[in-house]
């Protein structure tokens, strides 16, 4: 062989070598974790359940919900491990759900997944339909915490209250209408092209809800009392309002007076004041922001350009603040010593899910319009911004101090006493027998065994500060998930399947 051969072969060897490595640090699949976060959505849902149901140990279940108030408010999702329909909740998961597709709608499409991302949006946009009965109602909830929480059992077996609650002119509640607001017009924009139809019902409602709650304002937690206990609107109502109106503006095709509102009200209500270093189901303040930083480029004159930037500043401030590149240490997030971003003890990894996909999101504006993010401590460039993402989620998937994945069903360790009614119990399709409301308590709750049925997808509280976390049924701190958790992970792992596919296709192209 000669030189210039084996130098080929060495050649050859080494970039075979990169991409085993390549392979071996990165030992995740986003594919997998993607079809398995959509799967989780159909473990939540309320009502009669579909033929093409795919979760086979869940069956129908709320068929009575609304009778007693005379409108039909079957369907819709549960929001954690217990069977309250929550409305502020289910519509923040349908929102994130909705901007998943509308940003990675070709990357969950190339993914497969495509369908049961729609599916999953439509279960809650169908509900909303009929919880809007009339222009200035929201049916809020059905059924409340406390009776709930008395009871551990499945909810095909539900004998807890199933009282729904409302709000209308005399009751307002402006958060609530304003975030299913942004729900169905950011699910309008998602079914725009494959379902004309439906998505202009869904803009009328959004633009219906969005005049309710900007005309009758109040918190709605002062209308129903009953969710203070779990969903208490602490940002108040002034932050939905504007997310509400940048997602109809969007959804409008650009529609002046919703643009105009954002600007307009940006003091007032909040939106250029306000730099927080979380987003969730109660502050969108950071959504706000970010959505609002886009349109920067195309502002159509000086005040307006002027009170974008001023939105831009604050977005900006809360992602250098998750990357650690704010000058004074409180003024960044803090990490636990594995590296997850750490908010608060509660279910801290709704915060982590929102913040890498407004990370993912903001990075890849960022790289579309070639441009860098400026923080105090220096200028960060899209793809570090994108590796941060990146070590959020594999962080969730393994690469943590446990060594498991904190997505239920995914790899080979993960939680198996998540705190979960229908998932810690027999399934009642199996043994149809009627298990009480204390008799779940009695002979499930305590148990030491894994839960029967896997909440496949399912994005659990996570770790605390010191990366410990605790698998068992009464750790709801840890072990509880909500739909808002793994809501945002869904493009998030579109995304990084599209950036691992690159890379493999740049490696083979190289050799």
Known sequence: MDEQSKLSLHHCCLILFSVLTISSTTAFDYGD???????????????????????????HSGLTDGLEQGVDLVGGYYDAGD??????????????????????????????ELEHALEAIKWGTDYFIKAHASPNVLWAEVGDGDTDHYCWQRPEDMTTSRQAYKIDEKNPGSDLAGETAAAMAAASIVFKKTNPHY????????????????????????????????????????????????????????EDYYLKYVINKAHCFGGIGWAIS???????????????????????????????????????YYLCSCLNKNNATGDNVERTPGGLLYIRQWNN??????????LTVYSDFLRNSSQHLRCPTGTI????????????????????????????????????????RGASIVSYREKKGFIGCTQGYDNWYSRVEPNPNVLVGALVGGPDCRDNFMDQRDNYMQTEACTY????????????????????????ASY
């Open 33 to 59: 974790a993607l079809m398995k976060s959509l799967l989780y959505f159909e473990s939540q849902r309320s009502g009669r359940l579909p033929y093409n149901q795919r979760v086979t140990w869940r069956d």
């Open 83 to 112: 069977h309250v329909k929550f409305g502020l909740p289910m519509a923040f998961t349908v929102t994130m759900l909705s901007w998943s597709v509308i940003e990675y709608r070709d990357q969950i499409a190339d993914a497969g």
């Open 199 to 254: 998505s202009h019902l869904l803009l009328y409602h959004a633009q219906e809800l969005f005049e309710f709650g900007d005309k009758y304002r109040g918190k709605y937690d002062g209308s129903i009392g009953v969710v203070k206990s779990y969903y208490a609107s602490v940002s108040g109502f002034m932050d939905e309002l504007l997310w509400a109106a940048l997602w109809l503006y969007e959804a409008t095709d650009k």
């Open 278 to 316: 979380e987003f969730s189901w109660d502050v969108k303040y950071v959504g706000v922001q970010v959505l609002a930083s886009k349109l920067l480029e195309k502002a159509k004159h000086g005040h307006e350009g002027h009170v974008l930037k001023q939105y831009r500043s604050k977005a900006e």
């Open 349 to 358: 990894m709704q915060y982590v899910s929102t913040a890498t996909f407004l």
């Open 381 to 420: 460039d899209p793809e570090e911004i994108l590796s941060f993402a990146k070590s959020q989620v594999d962080y969730i998937l393994g690469s943590n101090p446990m060594n498991m994945s904190y997505l239920v069903g995914y790899g080979s360790k993960y939680p198996i006493r998540v705190h979960h």
């Open 485 to 508: 958790n793994t809501a945002p992970l869904v493009g998030v792992f579109a995304r990084l399947l599209q950036l691992e596919e690159n890379l493999e296709v740049e490696l083979v």
